[in-house]
């Protein structure tokens, strides 16, 4: 058995995002059809706690919607205007206590990008800088999650298909050892699009950090890794 949160957005109150631990069966194996079995099995456990509509936002994920929502897939539009993806801009966009943000990063595959020797080898990470705009590193996830749900902005018409999911998953993520999540962006922007808020939300970094703020999407704990 193993366990994943669902993201459910909150439609009122002042939490955004709820994620729901959920025990499932694990499917061992790196294959992609391995990973769809733990993921179909993810789900059909969700649905037993009333979770319907889920969405696997990942490379993994058996609905191409899924797929295209990846950080690694997903495109996004530089302030300056480059066209990159949410995974390149956010690993550029760090900053450490001996180096960054390494800007050639938006040059790389995603993969390339994320895995990168100088993002482990320059220190504490310090913070975060988009287009000579600096963000701080709390909240922990605000940095990633403004990129990602900015590029669901520009991307209407996959943000349309997203309102239509209750629930979403991303099966490579793991709440122990990582911190920024898409399935959880992915809930943070239906949430503050059925509250009304997605265009203040990403109009820049002090609205949506004032918004979070006022939202207190604390019911995603603070945790000491900030991959």
Partial sequence: MASRPVYTPCLNG??????????????????VSQKQKSIR??????????????LEISSKSEDPLGVKLSAFNLPFVMPNGLRTTVENA????????????YLDLLNKTPREAKKDSR?????????FRLDGEDWPTRPLTAFYD??????????????????RFDGFTDIEFNPERSLNCQAA??????AL???????????????????LALGNPGSRPLQSSLL
């Avoid at 099995?41 to 889920?54: D, F, P, Q, T, V």
């Avoid at 993002?119 to 913070?127: F, K, N």
Wanted: net charge positive.
């Fill in 14 to 31: 002042r939490g955004l995002v709820s994620p729901v631990d959920i025990e499932f069966k694990w499917v061992a194996g790196m294959a």
């Fill in 41 to 54: 099995s993810l789900h059909e456990a969700a649905e037993k706690r009333n979770i319907a509509h889920i």
């Fill in 90 to 101: 956010f690993q550029s966009g760090k900053v450490f206590r001996h180096g960054g943000p």
């Fill in 119 to 127: 993002l482990s080898g320059s220190g504490d990470l310090v913070g």
């Fill in 146 to 163: 403004w990129i990602y749900l900015s590029a669901l902005k520009q991307s209407p018409a996959l943000a349309e298909q997203l309102l």
């Fill in 185 to 190: 962006s992915a809930a943070l922007f239906v």
């Fill in 193 to 211: 699009t059925k509250r009304g808020e997605i265009d203040a939300a990403t109009q820049g970094r002090d609205v949506f950090l004032a918004l």
